[in-house]
């Protein structure tokens, strides 16, 4: 059974940083491009950062400089370093796994940036 946990989402002031952490199971994370996704009220749930197997990473241009994602493949978790938070980063922040056709999400964790 896949299983995707995220947590660290909270609420901070602009500039601010918070660290999010999504644990996984029931497949081979090491394997597995991994990504985040963010969605505000209203608005399209958006990529925000994705990681190969192999480290490669990308990024929304919105984050680019500021959000580090990382992962560690002998705990089974992907991180999102968020530094320079903005008001426009708030959002629920989801985790993301594609294997084989399934699309399998988290349950999301809160982001609040107060200006």
């Known amino acids: 059974q896949v299983r995707l946990v995220e947590s660290g989402g909270g609420a901070v002031q602009a500039g601010g940083s918070l660290r999010l952490s999504c644990a996984t199971s029931g497949f081979i994370f090491s394997a597995n491009t991994m990504g985040w996704y963010r969605q505000a009220p209203g608005k399209q749930r958006e990529l925000v950062a994705a990681i190969t197997s192999s480290g490669r990473t990308n990024y929304a241009e919105s984050v680019k400089g500021r959000f580090t994602i990382s992962r560690d493949n002998a705990k089974n978790t992907v991180y999102l370093q968020m530094h320079s938070l903005k008001p426009e980063d708030t959002a629920v922040y989801y985790c993301?796994?594609?294997?084989?056709?399934?699309?399998?999400w988290g349950q999301g964790t809160q982001v609040t940036v107060s200006s």
């Open positions: 993301r796994v594609l294997l084989v056709s399934s699309l399998y």
